[in-house]
């Protein structure tokens, strides 16, 4: 049996992304690292609908037909900006906004600390971090985890291709560790079994 704490958390589950952020956006500026793969900018996008002041999206892939289609037909102001977080002149070309979402890319980071690092210097008032985590206990970092640990994982580690490998197999318990060595504060957690999304702000 669980205990009341962790069966309290692993129900919250998934929150929707879209009204997740829409409940933090308004009047604010919005970032999105890693805005690209899949979702063609749709997080960013659903932020300035919902009142974000000014929104960027960030990702290593160039802008994608779907992204430039959408934000033509909504006649978006949102900025892309191509290029790695891990670059400090990156950093300094997007500049810090109020709040930043990024999901999907912790674990594909070769340097996880120095994703955050730049998250941190990213982030001016909230960080919405979402991430595949493994299931276990403490804080376990587990470099290029086996495939069968979780059902996405792959093993191609080439920042090359754009980061698609899964570099770690990262523990909830290293995520809230990792993110309070790096500067933040944890306000809020949502958990499934291999899924956790965490709201903190800069400490
Ligand atoms: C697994 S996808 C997640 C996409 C989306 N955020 C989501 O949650 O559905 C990871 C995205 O982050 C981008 N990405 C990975 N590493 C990055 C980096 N170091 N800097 C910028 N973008 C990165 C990838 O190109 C891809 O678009």
Request: charged letters at 25%; glycine letters at 10%.
């Amino acid at each position: 049996m669980l205990p009341a704490r962790l069966r309290q958390r692993l129900s919250r589950g998934t929150p929707p992304r879209e009204e997740l952020v829409a409940e933090h956006v308004v009047g604010r500026t919005f970032l999105d690292v890693g805005c690209m793969w899949r979702i063609h900018g749709g997080i960013a996008l659903a932020a300035e609908a919902a009142g974000a002041t000014a929104v960027t999206g960030v990702d290593v892939m160039e802008a994608s037909p779907e992204y430039l289609a959408e934000r033509e037909r909504r006649g978006s102001s949102m900025r892309f900006v191509r290029g790695d977080v891990h670059d400090p002149a990156l950093v300094d070309e997007v500049g810090p906004h109020d709040v930043v979402w990024c999901s999907g890319v912790l674990y594909h980071a070769p340097h996880p600390l120095l994703t955050l690092e730049r998250l941190r210097a990213l982030t001016g008032r909230t960080l919405i971090l979402a991430t595949e985590t493994i299931p276990r206990r403490g804080t376990v970092c587990e470099f290029a985890p086996e495939p069968g640990v979780h059902p996405g994982i792959d093993r191609r580690l080439d920042p090359a291709e754009g980061y698609v490998g899964w570099y770690w197999g990262i523990s909830p318990g290293a995520v809230r560790r990792m993110l309070e060595v790096s500067g933040f504060e944890l306000q809020d957690e949502h958990r499934t079994a291999f899924h956790m999304t965490v709201v903190a702000r800069p400490r």
